[in-house]
């Protein structure tokens, strides 16, 4: 079936590093890929998607491509700030399964000044 | 402002209680789902629904019961049978059309504990 994997966490940065967090997947159909981040104590927000294969989801700074030849989505930033200092979500939506979502753990990341 | 709406934000429950948890859309999505969340294990599935009075299970159903009556609304109750309630309640509902079509929009959850 379908399911994310992600990097385990947690994960502590200073600021202005360099920011991967690593995101595979397995799917039956064509997915549509998303990384939604959480802050303490509230609900999960969108920060990006990619709809089809090559297509680079981009938000604040954060980036992450598609690639289908390797059926991963990580997230990358160039420059992290402490108000990134959040939890991670990876997530697919397949299309061949009803549109189901199917969510990695999440991946907490510290950004220290 | 359109969004999910969820109440309450926290709540404390004694064992044994049934407690049910609201929430509330005005984005005019036809689906909406459920989810709790535990430390370290993500977001799991409890029911969905894609259409007004029709809802599926998800997989951890047991324990857990809902309604959809009315498309704004999609109340999850935490029945007695659920054995270990205490956790982090996510809803969220989707578009099955237009620029933000399956894309899951998320309320800001409801903290449940069990005394």
């Known amino acids: 079936g379908d399911s994310v994997t992600q990097m385990e966490g947690p994960v502590t940065l200073s600021e202005e590093a360099f920011l991967t967090i690593n995101c595979t997947y397995t799917?039956?159909?064509?997915?549509?890929l998303f990384w939604y981040v959480q802050y303490p104590g509230e609900g999960l927000q969108l920060l990006l998607k990619a709809t089809k294969a090559d297509d680079k989801g981009s938000n604040k700074g954060f980036e992450a491509t598609y690639r289908k030849e390797t059926t991963s989505f990580h997230l990358e930033k160039g420059s992290v700030q402490v108000s990134d200092s959040a939890v991670y979500f990876c997530a697919l939506s397949d299309r061949g399964t009803g549109n189901q979502f199917y969510f990695g753990t999440g991946t907490s990341l510290t950004v220290i000044p | 402002d359109g969004g999910i709406t969820q109440s309450p934000k926290y709540l404390f429950r004694k064992e044994g209680q049934n407690v049910t948890l609201s929430c509330e859309q005005n984005?005019?999505?036809?689906?909406m789902y459920w989810y709790r969340q535990d430390p370290g294990q993500g977001l799991r599935l409890i029911y969905y629904s894609q259409i007004v009075n029709d809802f599926q299970k998800g997989d951890i159903a047991e324990g857990y019961s809902v309604s959809r009556e009315k498309k704004e609304s999609f109340p999850l109750t935490v029945t007695s049978a659920q054995k270990n309630p205490t956790a982090f309640y996510l809803c969220a509902s989707s578009s099955r059309q237009g620029a933000g079509a399956n894309v899951l929009t998320f309320g800001a959850g409801s903290r449940l504990t069990v005394l």
């Open positions: 984005l005019n999505h036809d689906a």
């Open positions: 799917a039956t159909g064509y997915p549509s």
